[in-house]
């Protein structure tokens, strides 16, 4: 199984930055890329930034520019930082993990998530 735990979420200032970081254990398979999604309640779950095994990277058009995710394949780390955070960041932030399992010919795939982080932005 995979196991997947954030920290770092808070409450912070506009303006302000935090670093987020997710540490997977387990495997299910090959880790094809990690990232995040955040959720407001009575909301969808919405994506914010992956990363690849690769290294590639793509943003959500709120975030990017702001945002910045890293990770360390070796540790199975991954890292959100949030700077200039505005009051509409504020939700909950998941960790995801992806992984590929199962032969070439019969490729399946399954999500994994983290238990969530609150991060709060006041204005």
């Known amino acids: 199984q995979v196991q997947l735990v954030e920290s770092g979420g808070g409450l912070v200032q506009a303006g302000g930055s935090l670093r987020l970081s997710c540490a997977a254990s387990?495997?299910?398979?090959?880790?094809?890329?990690m990232g995040w999604y955040r959720q407001v309640p009575g909301k969808q779950r919405d994506f914010v930034a992956a990363?690849?095994?690769?290294?590639?990277?793509n943003y959500a058009d709120s975030v990017r520019g702001r945002f910045t995710i890293s990770a360390d394949n070796g540790k199975g780390m991954v890292y959100l930082q949030m700077n200039s955070l505005k009051p509409e960041d504020t939700a909950v932030y998941y960790c995801?993990?992806?992984?590929?399992?199962?032969?070439?010919?019969?490729?399946?795939?399954?999500?994994?998530w983290g238990q969530g982080t609150q991060v709060t932005v006041s204005s």
């Open positions: 387990g495997s299910a398979g090959s880790r094809d890329a």
């Open positions: 995801n993990a992806l992984f590929s399992y199962g032969p070439i010919e019969n490729v399946r795939t399954r999500n994994f």
């Open positions: 990363i690849t095994r690769d290294g590639s990277i």
